[in-house]
């Protein structure tokens, strides 16, 4: 087991994911943000089945700083209820998770 996570979000739009993106690197909150292409998502919101196209995000940190960017998440995010599913890394390339938790090791302002 590492200290590593993937968290998994979907944005809207290209802007509010690349403003989230840019936020987390900024913060060291997590080494890398892989911005996707648009993906078609099909969901039950409110009693109605709903089809939207949304930009997915996959975060590369860790324990440490999920509280951060869960926070910065569900601030920045237009949806009323966000996707933020946080998957635990078990095992990776030693020296890629070594570098993920160096780079997330600085303390944010």
Known sequence: MTDCLLVLTNLPDVASAQN????IIEARAAACVSQLPPCTST????????????????????????PYIEALIRTEHPYELPE????PITAGLPEYLSWVSQETHISKE
Request: proline residues 3%; positive net charge; glycine residues 4%.
């Open 84 to 87: 933020i599913i946080a998957v």
């Open 20 to 23: 989230i993106a840019q936020r």
């Open 43 to 66: 969901y039950r919101w409110q009693g109605k089945i709903e089809t939207a196209s949304e930009i997915p995000l996959l975060i590369k940190t860790t324990i440490a700083q999920y």
